[in-house]
């Protein structure tokens, strides 16, 4: 938990292997935030891999810093658990292959046929060989929430009436909208996971995931103290 507010918090929705619609976004936060004095965080609410054709790109952009006076906290979602836990285990999770692994494999330069075709025991040396321990690192040390005063990111919700450290990790990561109706106790909730066609406030959380990976839109809020939300968005053929 964060004890104060900076100036400006700008939370991305689900990224999904969109590198370039990822890049997009960044510039056009960074622009936005020059007319905001003082300390910007950007918060991405989780799944930065999957579906999308580069992971491992994704990945790697999120470990790079961001300009002065930009800090960036990156959360936990689903897809980041399901990838380790395929990572620890090949055999355990063959789900995550069909739900987008494929293509973060792909992104790796994993040969798929050799891959789907190997034993457990070779499965595991050529992750070894292909994903870089950095990005294990990574996905490893991720948050499941961060609070601020007033306002909780997650990504996929919170069970209503139950404080923060009582939360379910299960819950946080892959509750679907039917299971979150808010309650104030824990103020405003920002999240991904579901994706709808616009971003809206609604029910005293906002949900920024927008399917970038389907839709080639990639949405983002910013939020201020005292001030209205302010959503920004780009797409595959839009402006930053």
């Known amino acids: 938990m964060l004890a104060s507010w900076p100036e400006a918090v700008y939370a991305i929705g689900d990224v999904h292997g969109c590198l370039a619609l990822l890049e997009r976004m960044l510039s056009a936060i960074v622009t936005d935030g020059r007319s905001v004095a003082g300390e910007k965080l950007v918060v991405l609410v989780g799944d930065y891999v999957d579906r999308g054709a580069n992971a491992s790109g994704v990945l790697d952009r999120l470990m790079t810093p961001l300009p002065e006076s930009f800090k960036m906290i990156c959360i ?5 658990v399901m990838m380790l836990d395929h990572l620890a285990d090949p055999r355990s999770d063959d789900t995550w292959l069909a739900l987008g692994g494929i293509e973060t494999l ?5 040969n798929i046929s ?20 950095n990005h294990i690192d990574f996905m490893q040390r991720l948050p499941v929430l961060l609070s601020l005063p007033g306002v909780t990111f997650v990504h996929a919700g919170l069970r209503p009436g139950i404080p923060l450290e009582s939360q379910n990790d299960h819950d946080l990561l892959w509750m679907r909208p039917e299971a979150r109706t808010q309650s104030a106790a824990n103020g405003l909730i920002v999240h991904g996971h579901t994706p709808v066609d616009k971003a809206t406030e609604t029910d005293g959380r906002i949900n920024i995931d927008t399917g970038a990976f389907a839709t080639g839109r990639l949405t983002a809020v910013r ?11 780009v797409g595959e053929l839009s402006p930053a």
């Open 106 to 110: 792909m992104s790796y330069g994993v």
């Open 76 to 80: 936990a979602g689903n897809h980041e």
């Open 223 to 233: 939020l201020r103290q005292r001030q209205p939300p302010l959503f920004l968005a």
């Open 114 to 133: 050799s891959y789907l075709a190997a034993t457990p025991r070779d499965r595991i040396t050529i992750l070894r060989h292909h994903i870089p321990t």
